[in-house]
Structures are given as C-alpha cells and as structure tokens.
C-alpha cells in the first residue's frame, strides 16, 4: 500500500512538474543577425515605409489612367414649371406664343481623350520619381532600423558584460568577508579590518543592482525596437571582446563614398522632382489637343406623350477639342519664378547636408581611432591589475597587506575592465553610425523585396 501511495505521489508531482514547465514563457536568444530580420520584419516603422511605397505606386498608376480615354455615361431631365414665352410682330399685331415641352431629357455616352498635353506627360515622369523616392525612403528607415537595433544589441551586451563585472567584484568581497569573519572570531585580525570587509560587501550591491536593471532595461528597448511582445523573455548571445577583432579594420578617408548616402539620395531625387515641376509650369503656355465623342438619346414632350417610342431621337458627334493659353493673369511667370527659388533653396540644403554628414564622418573615424588606443591600453592594464589584485589578497592573508590595498587593488581591476568593455562598445556605435552614413549595410533584407 505504501508503495501505490509513493508511486501514485511521485507520478502526481511529475505530472505537476511537466505542466509547470511547459507555462513557464521561453525565451528567445538572439544573435545580432537574427534580431535585425526580426525588427525589419516586424517593426511598425518599417511597416509604414512599405505601405508608403504601394500608395505611391497607386498614385502613379492613377496619373497613367489620364493617358487612357475617359468614358462616361449621362442622363439629365427636366420638368418645366414655366415655359419660355416668345412675343412676334404678325400683320403689325403682336402675338405671344409659349415654347417648350414640360418635359425634357438627355442621355448617353460620351468619350475623351487628351492626344497632345505636354503637362500630363512631364507630370508622368514626376510620378515615378515619386516612387523612387519612396523606395528610398524606405530603404533610409530600414539603415535607420539597423543602427537602432544593432545599437541597442551593443547595449545589452555592455549592460550584460557591466553586470558580470559587478558580480565578480561582490563575489571577491564576500570572499573575502568570509576569511576575516573566521580569522576574527579567532581574534587574528582587528575590529577595524572586520568593520572594512562588512562595508566593501555591501558597498558592492549597489552597483550589482544597478547593472542588473541596465540588463532589464537594455533587453525592454530591444524588445521595442524588433516590434515584439514587451511581456515575451528574449536574451542575446555574445560578448563585446567577439568584436575585437573588428577594431583592428582600418578606414580611409579619402576614399570614403557618400553616393550611398540615403539623406543625399533623397535630396537629390527631390531636386530632380523640383526641375520637373519647373518644366510643367513652362509647358502650361504649350497648346493642349484633345478628342472627344458622344452618342445620345433626347426627348421632349408633355405629359403622355414624353414616354412615346417616337419622341426619343439619338444623335452622335465626334471632334477634336484644340486649346491655346494666352493670358492668365502673370500666374504662370510667378509660378515659374517660385519654381526657380525652389530649385535654389534645396540645392542649398543639399550643400549644407553634405558639409555637415562629412564631419560626422570625420567625428566617427576620431572616434573610432580613439576608441582602438583606449582598448589597447585598458587591455595591456587589465591583466596588470588582476595580477595586483590576486597579489594583495595573498599578502593580506599572509598578515603583510592591508584590506585598503584589496580594496583599492580591485577598484584598479573594475576601473581597468569598465574602460576595456566602454571602449570596445564606443568603437562599435561608432562604426555603425560611420555605416549608416556611408549605406554600406549589406544585409539582403535592407534592399528592396
């Protein structure tokens, strides 16, 4: 009976087990690669880019339609409440006459087509730079989303790297709590040391917190940016030293290419937009030629007789419609001249963007050699100050060194790894942000599908 009771007890608390595991939520581990095609799949922002881009395609198959003839039926009627009435001189006595019937219609078919219109085929060419330019856009708001995410990515490894940093250091000083406690129970080290060891301890958990809530923080903006549920766990896998090699790549400025630059390119298909509305407004002084058709039905008559088979008569014509503009009031001319100043105001911008986008260049590639001198340098300190610290932690448990030398030791070896992490992360924000100026962005999904 005792065995049916533990065997029934340990099936139940399987079962209870199993059941646990399969609600608690999974998380998902991302590596950088995998993370970028989640947000350009997923985030809202590139989602309106693409949606941008099929209404300017719609836009352009609209304005496509006007070279297309145009057909539409009609249908008017009229009931008269006052006829027309008409007064003549007969014989030298007026009389007065009323014309019309009390009831009227028109209906039919009838047909345009514009044959010559400068304007419209000019505007034709407008509507696909429109679509360019939104193809454009979209591929500038997903290097946009590359630098978001890959940023953030940076940031979670640092805050990740930050707070196994800070684990390591409240580990050493619970350590090393430990052995003074013992050593001070037994009356080999003095209440001053003990008071010391107590107060490293918990002057360590401050700054384990707080690089543990940069960890939650770093993962909530990741999660925001790739467009995923905020309650979903994801982590990331890496460290920030899996990129050390990428700081010994070098750049030369001189051959530095902005024609990928999507701020640039934007600019430019918007001066080209700008010209070929110049060229509209010229071609508004050019004749337009048109052809239209129409084949009807009318009908007049009084009541009992509208609704008769002989009272509808169809008639039909078909010509061309010729149009010359000759004075419109100076409209022309000063559209022509705002047309010209935009031209210039943009070509300014232009100008400025460009100054501007290359001294960022210049700030990053500073940034990027400063980044590299700084790792090197904290890297050669690093392995120095581990080796000091293990040194006054050996001479303070052999009663030659101090607790002040462990302390400060330590801070030397936090201080020597926050720089070498800092650094490694400062090189990578800045080779991101240097390729996103350039558009140098070679992932598949950045182009257009």
Known sequence: MKKLILMLGFCVATLTLSAQEQQQPQTLVLNLEQALEIALNENPTIKIADSEIEIKRYAKQGTYSSLYPKIDATATYQRVIAKQTMSMDFGGQTQTIKVGSDNSFNGGISAAMPIINAQLWESLKVSALDVELAVEKARGSRIDMIEQVTN????????????????????????????????????????????TSNVMVQNAIPNLIEAENSVVLSLWQLKALLGLDLEKDIDVVGSLMDYESAMAYGYDIQKLDLSNNSTLKQLELQQEQLDRALRITKLANVPTLAINAAFLYTALGNDGKFFRKEAWNPYAYAGLSLNIPIFAGNAKRAATRQARLNQGNLELQRENVERQIRVGVVQYLNNMQTSVKKFHSSAATVGQAQRGYDIAVKRYEVGSGTLVDVDNSQLSLTQAELSRNQSIFNFLTAKVALDKVLGNYEYEYVREK
């Open 152 to 195: 953030a990515y940076y940031m979670v490894l640092l805050a990740k790297e930050s707070r196994d940093l800070y684990q390591r250091v409240y580990d050493n000083a619970v350590a090393n709590n430990r052995n003074v406690v013992k050593r001070y129970e037994v009356g080999s080290v003095s209440e001053y040391d003990y008071i």
